[in-house]
């Protein structure tokens, strides 16, 4: 395990920690709710990407300079903010004070909006960002040329793998206990899909029956062109067969009223949708555990691995992946027990109890965040492609 220390003094600034790999959430949280620390306890993640402020607009920017960036669309700004920033939970700093006249927020809490609001209590530098206010994932942000990387002296456990997401902690609910949907569901959907578009071209897609239809279908359909093939199966309901697959197409169930409607920036006005006659794709789920489906899918659904945040392949694998957050691939993959069971030593053998617990529906169905889809769409280097251009420009002005 590792302290992180201030380059100019020495003082420890956080507690023993180990590497992972950043959540894909971590830029998106769900508007004005109160968020818990984005990390684990004892962990720390680093984002390549730059962050945070200095922000330019695109304007000024410019296409090549903000590909520099990596940034590949036109946005409103563009960050030119430092690379490499650590990123800890907010109780495993140390030693470090609140700067009063940087913070500002916008409603609860902190953003960071006028850089690092946190100086090391050994010599006042300036050291790190927190980040707080609602909406926001609660987070504290190491500045990576004010710190240093020291050995703790503590062994570090065994560092997380892919046997974890096999196990029943390691899967994350879609519903929250308050009944409402995951904001880290909706967060990594709107990465994975933006994978989806890009990897696809936009194309037509399939998903397989079950869970991963279930509950992403929707989503799916209301970014991507409608399928016009028939339907096998049901999109949601006990009567989904295994193996089957769910055309997005008109007859799926997934109409006007699910989003699919100009509304939902797939119609005519775009050029993108049906009447372009491009193939459909079909998509597969596939990771550890489980492998892949045979015939192999045009795209996998694959977890990302959890420390080093690389997507899963089958060995030898070169065809097209999309990674989702493990977390939210372990739950589609292993989803427990949610049949009931007999009730032992009551009734008869064979008679099921009737009131077990059903699982929580929100009031509406799962959507993907769209900041999440929009920020992951612009940062992948496929969205330059005329046809992707097109999709993302029909629907966004900078």
Excluded at 58 to 76: H, K, L, M, S, T
């Amino acid at each position: 395990m590792y302290v992180f220390t201030c380059a100019g003094c020495g003082t420890e600034l956080t507690a023993p920690v180990s590497r992972v790999a950043l959540p894909v959430h971590t830029h998106y949280g769900a508007w004005e709710e109160l968020h818990p620390p984005l990390m684990e306890p004892a962990t720390y993640a680093v984002e390549p990407l730059p962050t945070g402020p200095p922000w330019r607009r695109w304007g000024e920017v410019g296409e090549d300079e903000a590909a520099r960036q990596g940034v590949y669309a036109p946005v409103y700004s563009v960050s030119f903010g430092a690379r490499n920033r650590i990123v800890i939970a907010p109780g495993d700093s140390r030693s470090m004070s609140l700067i009063p006249e940087k913070c500002a927020g916008d409603c609860r809490g902190v953003d960071g909006r006028d850089g690092p609001n946190l100086a090391c209590e050994g010599c006042g530098r300036a050291v790190a960002t927190r980040r707080d206010d609602c909406g926001m994932w609660q987070t504290v942000w190491l500045e990576p040329d004010a710190v240093e990387r020291r050995p703790s002296g503590l062994p570090a456990g065994p560092p997380p793998d892919w046997d974890d997401l096999e196990c029943a902690e390691h899967r994350v609910p879609p519903v929250d206990p308050d009944g409402s949907w995951s904001p880290r569901w909706e967060a990594a959907l709107g990465v994975a899909l933006a994978h989806l578009v890009a990897v696809t071209g936009n194309r037509p897609v399939t998903l397989p029956a079950g869970p991963v239809a279930e509950l992403l279908g929707h989503a799916v359909a209301r970014r991507l062109p409608v399928g016009p093939g028939p339907v096998s199966g049901p999109v949601s309901g006990s009567g989904t067969a295994a193996g089957r697959e769910v055309g997005l197409g008109t007859a799926s169930g997934l109409g006007a009223e699910a989003g699919l409607g100009s509304e939902a920036g797939l119609g005519s006005e775009s050029g993108l949708g049906p009447e372009s006659g491009l193939a459909t794709w079909s998509v597969g789920l596939a990771g550890p555990g489980i492998g892949a489906p045979r015939p192999r899918p045009d795209v996998l659904l694959v977890p990302r691995h959890p420390l080093t945040g690389d997507p899963w392949s089958p060995p030898g694998d070169e065809g097209a992946v999309v990674p989702l957050d493990s977390g939210v691939w372990a739950y589609l993959a292993h989803p427990g027990e949610t049949s009931p069971l007999p009730a032992t030593g009551v009734l008869p053998e064979g008679v099921l109890r009737d009131d077990y617990p059903l699982p929580q529906r929100p009031w509406r169905l799962l959507a993907a965040d769209r900041h999440a889809f929009e920020g992951t769409l612009v940062r992948l280097p496929a969205v330059r492609h005329p046809r992707l251009r097109g999709f993302r420009d029909a629907r966004h002005t900078p």
